[in-house]
């Protein structure tokens, strides 16, 4: 019972069952209710140990103990000490089961890496692959997104069928980085640069020195790629920051071979 005694002065002497209330009471106000911080500290240091299950499942590729995971309220959006988030580790990994569970699980897709900038897209469309490229786009994945250079999805992908895939779903294949440069100046296989052309590249695209896809050809000495684009309609005539046409360049470069080039210059109307 709650009380107090009267002392011989006639002071109220609190007993131990106030002195214990009174205790409690000061506790709960000082620190709040014990056993709601203790859940709630409980839960912080349940979830920070599935973070790091599920970063261990995704390395380890292991689909199910994802999804198991997952199902425990594990964060979808966890990143490592790189600033990675699982799904880019997933897709870098080739951990494709693991990515598309991410993906259902509704992991921001659109996250960037700290460092360079980075996508999930970037990097499936880096490493070519077309399923885990169509499962982000069916996730609204912004396609035209660009890292910290300038560089999109459709310019770092080297895989022709990545390339309809993302024109598919509007990406803009014209798209330039911080130099001013395209798909189509970057593409050196001829597949790649038939492609991008077919799928609305500009051949007469200009970078940030003026220079064309033609230029960049001309300087690698590439007769193929350069039979290509002026197939398409590349400017032969057209300037650089300099003043020089993208053929006439040729002989300035000291390797350049002019016996094997000399049948293709010859039927350019210079």
Known sequence: MIGAMKSKSGLLIPNAAMWIAVLSAAIVFTFGLPTQSRAQSGTKAQNNGGNKALLDAVIAGDANRVKALIAESADVNAKNDSGLTLLMLAIFQDHSKCAQALIEAHADVNAMERRGGNTALMTAAKKGNADIVKALIAAKVDVNAKDNQGWTAIMKTQDASIIR????????????????????????????????????ADVNAKDNNGGTALLGAALAENADRIKVLIAAGAHVNAKDNTGWPPLRRQPKKAAWNASRNSSLLAQVPL
């Open 165 to 200: 895939i993302l024109k598919a779903a509007d990406a803009d294949v014209n798209a330039k980085n911080h130099l001013g440069l395209t798909a189509l100046m970057y593409a050196k296989d001829l597949g790649l640069t038939d492609t991008l052309i077919a799928v609305g």
